[in-house]
């Protein structure tokens, strides 16, 4: 049986480097992956991809780009719906399930964050697809909130079922079928979209 030291999730947001350090050593970080699609920020170049690398280098902490494997931007036109990324279908692609297979083993080595820019966790495909595919296969992502408490995968979806109107039981529908909607919900709420593509994510209450 593979044993994990830890996979969590975080969103750099507008933190200072400082902060966003602070964050990760609380619970003992030591790998940062990165799964942003363009690894760059335009208003705060500590989080452009060299830049972080260089600064995680010299605090002890190891970078990876899994943007390519892992990023919530797909090309190709077959991984859209309506002109809004379709997690589901990204999620069913080779490249995808061999950047979890990275992470997985990864996991095996290191304490890693999966680290994209949206401050909450359900306004972000590192939770709405990695995270939700990592569960998936027995691993629960600790979430890493902006004031240092966590929350795992498993209590993220019992916030998404009610944020989506989901929670309420259902003699018709089972909990596995109402997740699957809440998640495709959600998804289409937040999900890159090729029609508005610099639209701000609603923010989910933290």
């Known amino acids: 049986m593979v044993t994990l030291r830890g996979i969590f999730s975080i969103g750099h947001s507008t933190l200072p480097y400082e902060q966003f350090l602070t964050l990760l050593r609380r619970v003992g970080v030591d790998a940062v992956a990165d799964v942003r699609t363009s690894p760059y ?89 990695v995270g939700r595919q990592l569960l998936r296969r027995g691993i629960d992502v600790q979430h890493i909130m902006s004031k240092g408490s966590t929350i795992p995968q498993t209590r993220i979806e019992e916030e998404l079922l009610t944020l989506v109107g989901q929670n309420a039981d259902d003699l018709f529908s089972a909990r596995e079928e109402r997740l699957q909607t809440a998640y495709r919900l959600q998804a289409r709420k937040v999900a890159f979209s090729t029609s508005d593509p610099g639209r701000p994510p609603p923010v989910a209450a933290e």
Do not use: W
């Open 41 to 129: 920020s335009r208003y705060l170049p500590h989080f452009n991809q060299k830049e972080l690398c260089s600064e995680l280098k010299q605090d002890g902490i190891a970078y990876v780009f899994l943007g390519k494997e892992l990023g919530g931007r797909p090309t190709g036109a077959n991984f859209y719906c309506e002109g809004v990324a379709d997690y589901e279908k990204m999620a069913s692609t080779e490249a995808f399930n061999a950047g979890i297979d990275r992470v997985v083993a990864g996991g095996e080595r290191y304490r890693i964050a999966l680290m994209c820019s949206e401050k909450h966790p359900l306004d972000c495909h590192r939770c709405l697809l």
